[in-house]
T-cell receptor, first 113, second 113 residues
Framework: EADIYQTPRYLVIGTGKKITLECSQT?????MYWYQQDPGMELHLIHY???????EKGDLSSESTVSRIRTEHFPLTLESARPSHTSQYLC????????????FGDGTRLSIL | AQSVAQPEDQVNVAEGNPLTVKCTYS??????LFWYVQYPNRGLQFLLK??????LVKGSYGFEAEFNKSQTSFHLKKPSALVSDSALYFC???????????FGAGTRLAVHP
């Protein structure tokens, strides 16, 4: 069973607020990822990291930013939330090696009013 | 560019019947292929992967997948469907050497009693 945790699970907040979505894993994985998913729809990679102090933008442009100061922690921040940011955000991690599966958290469902 | 296609938005199966969820891929080089399942309000769970070797791959919960190089397909199968198998299924392919995954659009499986 994968140990990757996302908080909060649900967040409803007003436009213009600063938001940080938390993601932590206890498996010691170097690689971590953020995906954006509209309910029941495909996933889009928005950020990834190969390790501490490494962050890269994904395939889908996003106004969010990420940081990786510790191996186990990969928070995502929106400086000023807008209704267009309403979506589900999934965090994942994986071991080194290109054939390793990604392990996912249960996601944060974000609604911006 | 690497890609996967899931041609069916939804698959309906009666409980106890065999099920197939289809996936085709397009890659340069050897494909690394994955299947994931997503239950409502949860993250994705890894089911199985194909890296190399035997074309029939066995995974979690009684699922298996058949890799067919000539047809560039990686269909997910189960001999006898359960109502609890009802979920959203994603096929994915590794993107180059970075362990990024490219996901299909997903197929909703509905198993009826």
């Amino acid at each position: 069973e994968a140990d990757i945790y996302q908080t909060p699970r649900y967040l409803v907040i007003g436009t213009g607020k600063k938001i940080t979505l938390e993601c932590s894993q206890t498996m010691g994985h170097d690689k971590m990822y953020w995906y954006q998913q509209d309910p029941g729809m495909e996933l889009h990679l928005i950020h990834y990291s190969y390790g501490v102090n490494s962050t890269e933008k994904g395939d889908l442009s996003s106004e969010s930013t990420v940081s990786r100061i510790r191996t186990e922690h990969f928070p995502l921040t929106l400086e000023s939330a807008r209704p267009s940011h309403t979506s589900q955000y999934l965090c994942a991690s994986s071991e080194q090696g290109s054939n390793q599966p990604q392990h996912f958290g249960d996601g944060t469902r974000l609604s911006i009013l | 560019a690497q890609s996967v296609a899931q041609p069916e938005d939804q698959v309906n199966v009666a409980e106890g019947n065999p099920l197939t969820v289809k996936c085709t891929y397009s890659v340069s080089g050897n494909p690394y292929l994955f299947w994931y399942v997503q239950y409502p309000n949860r993250g994705l769970q890894f089911l199985l992967k194909y890296i190399t070797g035997d074309n029939l791959v066995k995974g979690s919960y009684g699922f298996e997948a058949e890799f067919n190089k000539s047809q560039t397909s990686f269909h997910l199968k189960k001999p006898s469907a359960l109502v609890s198998d009802s979920a959203l299924y994603f096929c994915a392919v590794r993107d180059g050497g970075y362990n990024k995954l490219i996901f299909g659009a997903g197929t909703r499986l509905a198993v009826h009693p």
